[in-house]
């Protein structure tokens, strides 16, 4: 089907402390709200991890500040750092000391 979005679940318990939590989240290649996607669609999807829409932080494009203009201002002015923490050379090298002394 359509890749352009996937919903990922997750879930867990500090049985410590007696909590379990649920929760979902919607990625896209951009960190947008899929605009071409129906809004049925994802709701459904969210559904079927047992999750309303409302119970989630940026439930859609005009309804939380996660997707408003403010914030997508900020993110094109504060891009997030998408280099390599390591050069490829020093992975590399990594992956050879591996071998060597397995």
């Given at each position: 089907?359509d890749?352009?979005w ?7 318990a ?7 939590y649920?929760?979902?989240?919607l990625?896209?290649?951009t960190g947008?709200?899929?605009q071409d ?6 709701e459904?999807a ?13 439930h859609?494009?005009?309804e ?12 094109e ?6 280099t ?9 090298a990594?992956?050879e ?6």
């Open positions: 089907d890749l352009s996937v919903v990922f679940h997750y879930s867990g500090a049985s410590v402390v007696g909590q379990s649920v929760g979902a989240l990625c896209t290649d947008m709200w899929p996607a129906p809004r049925e669609r994802i459904r969210f559904a079927r991890c047992d999750l309303r829409l409302w119970e989630l932080y940026g859609g494009p005009d939380s500040f996660m997707w408003s203009d403010e914030q997508t201002r900020w993110i002015i504060n891009p997030p750092p998408l390599p923490l390591a050069p490829a050379e020093a992975e590399a990594d992956r000391a591996a071998l060597t002394q397995s």
